[in-house]
């Protein structure tokens, strides 16, 4: 994986899809009236501007690795050590992405510290709604007797899914 542009929220973008199994689009839609990707670059930035720069640069330079190459190296899961503080920021990212608020970074035997709802779009837009294929209480874009209805699939949610198998297999 890598980008093509030195735009830090572009990077951010980019690697938040990875670590998250998002598209791109999803997390950074064309037409985006709300922002969340800028407000949580900004969020991060703020509070982690080495770390961040440092997760940021790991990410460009993986280039010609699979998006899950890519996950692996940035959260550590494949090194059987205790997660770097890089790692846990990562972790601290997905979770911002998801949940719309932020968790201090911690280590894999702690629990990360609820620190405070990033924005009130956060909420709104946290990804675990996608993931459900639902909406967040008091908060719909469905128009009227949607719920007579199967939910949309995840790759309509802007979910990374792999493609359906060809053929059967013996």
Same mark, same amino acid.
């Given at each position: 994986?890598?980008?093509?542009?030195?735009?830090?929220?572009?990077?951010?973008?980019?690697?938040?899809?990875?670590?998250?199994?998002?598209?791109?689009?999803?997390?950074?839609?064309?037409?985006?009236?709300?922002?969340?990707?800028?407000?949580?670059?900004?969020?991060?930035?703020?509070?982690?501007?080495?770390?961040?720069?440092?997760?940021?640069?790991?990410?460009?330079?993986?280039?010609?690795?699979?998006?899950?190459?890519?996950?692996?190296?940035?959260?550590?899961?494949?090194?059987? #050590? *205790?997660? @770097?503080?890089?790692?846990? $920021?990562? %972790?601290?990212?997905?979770?911002?992405? +998801?949940? &719309?608020?932020?968790?201090?970074? #911690? *280590?894999? @035997?702690?629990?990360?510290? $609820?620190? %405070?709802?990033?924005?009130?779009?956060? +909420?709104? &837009?946290?990804?675990?709604?996608?993931?459900?294929?639902?909406?967040?209480?008091?908060?719909?874009?469905?128009?009227?007797?949607?719920?007579?209805?199967?939910?949309?699939?995840?790759?309509?949610?802007?979910?990374?899914?792999?493609?359906?198998?060809?053929?059967?297999?013996?």
């Amino acid at each position: 994986m890598s980008t093509n542009t030195n735009d830090p929220i572009h990077t951010f973008v980019e690697m938040s899809a990875t670590l998250t199994g998002f598209t791109s689009a999803a997390i950074r839609p064309g037409l985006d009236p709300v922002g969340l990707s800028t407000t949580y670059y900004n969020f991060v930035n703020a509070r982690f501007p080495t770390e961040l720069a440092s997760l940021l640069g790991a990410f460009r330079e993986s280039p010609g690795k699979t998006t899950q190459e890519v996950a692996d190296l940035l959260l550590e899961t494949k090194t059987g #050590a *205790p997660p @770097s503080e890089r790692a846990q $920021l990562a %972790q601290s990212i997905v979770r911002m992405w +998801y949940l &719309g608020s932020w968790y201090d970074p #911690a *280590p894999a @035997s702690a629990e990360g510290t $609820l620190k %405070q709802v990033v924005s009130k779009q956060g +909420y709104v &837009g946290g990804l675990v709604w996608k993931v459900a294929q639902t909406h967040p209480m008091g908060y719909s874009e469905f128009t009227f007797g949607y719920w007579a209805k199967a939910p949309p699939s995840l790759a309509d949610f802007g979910i990374n899914v792999p493609a359906p198998s060809q053929g059967k297999e013996s």
